[in-house]
């Protein structure tokens, strides 16, 4: 039996026991401030659980944005997370690294094998959370949906421990106003740049154009964007839809006409056709 919980009820753990992998020792500081948080090396997850009469047993991992620089943790994290909750889905924000030389082997890499470690830890407690482990999936905004969107196309990649060998594929994703490509036309170029670097080959810009890696076996997905954002193309979320649609990926998308880069802050109803889509998964 699960156990029991309380809406709200909140926990900060690290996401991995012992060492953190693909990390060196660097003099970045972890800092924050308004909401956000910058120069993360240690990544963790701050639990939200709803009502134990009210859980209806999905999770959402969810990644805030910030331009692969900073987290919008508050605002897109926790805010979002007491949203589900209070809707009765678990709700898991991710502290994840910022990429960054200083403190990464492979900069590139970082923020996926937090992700990928999330679902492993997220699928590994399902019962005492009382999720179910087939009910997991993840939600990223802007370059956060870029890491949604990453680990729902590479979620094959093998680099963390794994022994145990758990389903590291998320059952859904959702992105909202999220970087997809990486492609010169279509990308937010300082996610990119915080990312991949000054002058990534034409293979790894591809790579991580998640567009381009999208298959059959790509979960589900709930996309929605604003049709004037003007730091993020709507095109991003057009053309994921495309290759989602034409691998035969079932996917819902809500593009608004107007609200810009970051609309959840001035159309806080934006949530409701997004939990209406949950529910019916």
């Not at 959402?60 to 909750?85: N, R, W």
């Not at 200083?102 to 937090?114: R, T, Y």
């Not at 591809?206 to 979960?219: D, G, H, I, M």
Request: with cysteine; proline share 6%.
């Amino acid at each position: 039996m699960a156990a029991s919980f309380t809406m709200g009820a909140q926990t900060k753990i690290p996401l991995y026991k012992d060492s953190i992998p693909n990390a060196k020792p660097s003099q970045l500081c972890e800092d924050f401030k308004n909401g956000m948080y910058s120069g993360v090396t240690v990544p963790a997850m701050e639990i939200f659980l709803p009502e134990h009469e009210h859980a209806n047993g999905a999770a959402v991992i969810i990644f805030p944005g910030g331009g692969y620089s900073v987290l919008v943790y508050d605002g897109e994290g926790v805010q979002t997370a007491k949203a589900l909750a209070k809707a009765g889905i678990a709700a898991f924000v991710i502290k994840y690294r910022l990429p960054h030389d200083e403190s990464m082997v492979d900069k590139k890499n970082g923020p996926l094998q937090d992700a990928l470690q999330a679902i492993k830890v997220v699928r590994e407690n399902a019962v005492k959370w009382g999720v179910n482990s087939n009910k997991i999936g993840v939600m990223g905004f802007s370059a956060g949906g870029h890491l949604a969107s990453t680990v729902a196309t590479h979620y094959n990649t093998p680099i963390i421990d794994n022994s145990n060998e758990v389903s590291l594929r998320p059952d859904f994703q959702v992105v909202v106003y999220p970087v997809i490509s990486m492609q010169d036309s279509l990308t937010h170029l300082d996610s990119r740049r915080q990312l991949l670097g000054d002058n990534p080959t034409n293979e790894v810009v591809n790579l991580f154009s998640n567009e381009l890696q999208v298959n059959k076996n790509t979960p589900p997905a709930y996309i929605t964007h604003a049709a004037d954002d003007t730091l993020v193309d709507v095109d991003n979320s057009i053309f994921y839809f495309e290759h989602l649609r034409k691998n035969g990926v079932p996917v819902e998308m809500h593009i608004y006409p107007k609200g810009g880069h970051g609309f959840i802050f001035k159309h806080p109803d934006w949530i409701e056709p997004l939990l209406n889509w949950l529910n019916n998964l």
